[in-house]
């Protein structure tokens, strides 16, 4: 969405669900009318990611069989350092994360998707306008 010639740029790596799809649209709505470049690419697509080329990542994953998507773990690995990393994790219970990831958690509960993109939001903003 938008130019990817603007210098402000997000990538949103998600998983698709109807949760998921819904804050997603909220993201996108919120920053289309704004000078930033946003893509989106599947979580397994993360390992092709140069997280230097942008302004904020935002991840949003599954918590799946008592972990984080592989993919998902070893790009927060080498990217932690980095101030750009925003993460919703969902997960059955609603409160698993990465340790060492300052992530939103949640239970995909669908009347959620107002706060959490909310929040999302807020973060995104705090990193691209600091």
Not at 29 to 42: A, C, E, G, L, P
Not at 51 to 78: L, M, Q
Not at 98 to 105: F, G, L, N, P, S
Not at 113 to 122: C, M, N, Y
Request: charged share 25%.
């Amino acid at each position: 969405m938008n130019s990817p010639e603007l210098t402000t740029k997000i990538l949103i790596a998600t998983q698709g669900s109807e949760y998921k799809d819904g804050i997603l649209s909220d993201l996108t709505t919120h920053f289309k009318s704004k000078d930033v470049y946003i893509k989106v690419i599947d979580i397994y697509e993360l390992t092709e990611v140069d997280a230097d080329r942008w302004s904020a990542i935002c991840i949003i994953h599954t918590w799946e069989y008592g972990n984080p998507p592989f993919t998902v773990e070893e790009f927060t690995k080498k990217t932690i350092a980095k101030n750009q990393l925003i993460v919703h994790t969902t997960s059955g219970e609603g409160s698993y994360r990465m340790e060492e990831v300052d992530a939103i958690t949640g239970a995909s509960v669908m009347e959620d998707i107002p706060t959490v993109s909310t929040q999302l939001i807020e973060r995104l903003e705090e990193v691209i306008y600091q």
